[in-house]
């Protein structure tokens, strides 16, 4: 189980993109079962269209009865596993 942080207002660029690799690295280094609990700062469908759950095989496991873990201006999802 690991928890993450990646930096607001960057996206997928620079020191995100950095973490990403480091965190997939990881995960595929691995053969045991893995849980990245991370403050994303990237909204679901963000990270899915990175592609970056396909390289480490993963799946987004969020909150069913919440419409947002950020409730700062608009209300967004960031927070998931």
Do not use: F
């Amino acid at each position: 189980m690991v928890a993450a942080y990646l930096r607001p207002g960057l996206g997928l660029t620079g020191d995100n993109l950095r973490r990403l690799q480091s965190l997939g690295a990881m995960v595929g280094a691995t053969t045991h079962p893995w849980l990245i609990y991370a403050d994303w700062n990237l909204v679901p469908e963000e990270l899915e269209a990175s592609h970056w759950l396909d390289l480490v095989h993963g799946t987004i496991l969020q909150p069913q009865a919440t419409t947002g873990t950020c409730l700062q201006g608009q209300v967004r999802m960031l927070d998931y596993l």
